[in-house]
Structure formats: C-alpha cells, structure tokens
C-alpha cells in the first residue's frame, strides 16, 4: 500500500508525472492514477491515491472488468472496461477515475511504484506487507454525487486535519 508523509509533501507533482509517464508514456495530470490535491487557502498539498480499502468499492463493477491483485492493488481489464462508471461512481476518495474510455486507478507499478520513486522529498512510501486495509466507510458517506475531484478534496480536507490541527498547536504554543 502507498503511505503519505504529508508534512514532507511539496506539492511538486513529479509522483503525478512519473505515473503517467510510465502507464501511458504522456506527460499530464489526467494519465496519472495518483492526484496532488492542493488546498491552496491552507498551505496543503496532499497526494490522493487508492487506500486498496476493505471494502472495495470498486470491485462491484457490472462488467466484472476489476479485480485485486496479489499484492492487494486493483488490476482493471482495458478489454473488459465498458466506462460505464460504475467504479468512478463507488470510490469515496476519488482515486480511480475513467480516462480514455477506461478506468485509472494506482495498480502499484506491479510492486514498484513509480511514484514513491520520483518523489525527492521522501513522502510517499511503499509498504507491501501492510496487512490491515483501511476502512473507507465513513467517506463513503456523502460522497455519491461528488465527482472525483470533489471526493479527493473532501478526502484531503479530512486526512490532513491532523497535521493541520498540529500546525496551529506549535504556533500557539
């Protein structure tokens, strides 16, 4: 699983270029399966990218186009992929999206992610033998008619209020 140091994160979206370089050999933000969410107003920038949650959501597509790899990543079939939207529509946090008629979503670069590499602020990080995935129920709340980027806002906002809440405790106290 892809795990953040978000008080290292720079904004500089070079995990964004990386993997959209290698998955579509294009340089752009929309090829990429991982997303830098800047919240300009608060100084944060935060990489969104799938938590291969325990629940899933994803997988519930009508086409049977996704399934879970060996190393828990999501693995979409492009020849069984319909773009219907079914996965975009489930996802809470916003981190599979449909692009080129199929669906984007971090496969793990198949156990090297290209993302954790590119990254020079040592904030992303790989950690295959996470074995407890997270839950992702409570952003599933409310997020049915967000788009993706809606979602990895909200997503964001949420998981950096306690760096957030840090921030303002060291410049109080």
Known sequence: MITLE?????????CEVHCSFFHSGKIGRSGARI????????????????????????????ENAIEVGHLGQIIVSPTLCTACGTCEIMCPVGAI???????????????DPRCVHACTMDAIHFEPQVTEAVSLTEFKKGSR?????????????ACSQVLREQWISERSG
């Open 6 to 14: 978000l008080e290292k994160c720079s904004g500089c979206s070079r």
């Open 35 to 62: 997303k830098v969410v800047k919240i300009e107003d608060l100084g944060i920038d935060y990489p969104v990218v799938c938590q291969h949650c325990q629940e899933r959501y994803c997988t519930k597509c009508p």
């Open 97 to 111: 999206q449909l692009f080129e008629d199929v669906a984007y979503v971090c496969d793990l670069c198949g156990g």
């Open 145 to 157: 008619r967000l788009n993706p980027e809606e979602k990895r806002l909200r997503y964001a906002m």
